[in-house]
């Protein structure tokens, strides 16, 4: 992969039923895989779609933070709210869920986001170490508040990012 800087690959659920049923494709397994070969030859960041009744048992969710957290505990995770759309029609995610999701994988994961959802909290990021807001999220507005270089202001914490950091208000 020498050309290739970041992935963002999406784990559907965590579970070989969910790929059986409803991906046709390769398993949980496969992904899974992928996932591990990439990270050490390139940023990796990870999505996960939470359906509602599929993929959104605490359960599912803690055995995927935990997976992800034996990794790399700094492995950036996104976690998307479903909304029904072409064959799909579950109601969307309820906001509790997400919630939900947000606060188990925020016990072993440095940096959790919450997409498809209007939070800003839960979309910024903050430092692992003493969690001050390190960076602003509206929409697509990205704003830099508290770092400094590649490190938090307020407590010094080296911020794995990539990629050019811009001056305070220009991410």
Same mark, same amino acid.
């Given at each position: 992969?020498?050309?290739?800087?970041?992935?963002?690959?999406?784990?559907?659920?965590?579970?070989?039923?969910? $790929? =059986?049923?409803?991906?046709?494709?390769?398993? @949980? !397994?496969?992904?899974?895989?992928?996932? +591990?070969? %990439?990270?050490?030859?390139?940023?990796?960041?990870?999505?996960?779609?939470?359906?509602?009744?599929?993929?959104?048992?605490?359960?599912?969710?803690?055995?995927?933070?935990?997976?992800?957290?034996?990794?790399?505990?700094?492995?950036?995770?996104?976690?998307?709210?479903?909304?029904?759309? $072409? =064959?799909?029609?579950?109601?969307?995610?309820? @906001? !509790?869920?997400?919630?939900?999701?947000? +606060?188990? %994988?925020?016990?072993?994961?440095?940096?959790?986001?919450?997409?498809?959802?209007?939070?800003?909290?839960?979309?910024?990021?903050?430092?692992?170490?003493?969690?001050?807001?390190?960076?602003?999220?509206?929409?697509?507005?990205?704003?830099?508040?508290?770092?400094?270089?590649?490190?938090?202001?307020?407590?010094?914490?080296?911020?794995?990012?990539?990629?050019?950091?811009?001056?305070?208000?220009?991410?």
């Amino acid at each position: 992969m020498p050309f290739i800087q970041a992935m963002n690959i999406d784990v559907k659920a965590f579970s070989e039923d969910f $790929y =059986r049923r409803h991906c046709r494709g390769r398993g @949980l !397994k496969e992904v899974l895989r992928t996932v +591990e070969l %990439a990270l050490p030859r390139c940023h990796v960041e990870l999505t996960y779609l939470i359906i509602t009744t599929l993929n959104d048992s605490p359960a599912e969710i803690r055995d995927f933070v935990g997976w992800v957290a034996s990794l790399d505990r700094e492995i950036p995770v996104h976690f998307s709210r479903y909304f029904p759309s $072409y =064959r799909m029609d579950l109601p969307p995610t309820p @906001l !509790k869920t997400m919630q939900q999701a947000w +606060e188990i %994988a925020g016990e072993k994961l440095s940096y959790v986001y919450l997409g498809n959802i209007a939070d800003a909290e839960r979309s910024n990021t903050y430092c692992p170490s003493c969690r001050q807001l390190l960076i602003s999220r509206r929409g697509y507005r990205i704003k830099n508040v508290g770092l400094e270089g590649r490190a938090c202001k307020k407590c010094g914490h080296t911020i794995r990012l990539t990629g050019h950091i811009y001056g305070k208000n220009d991410l």
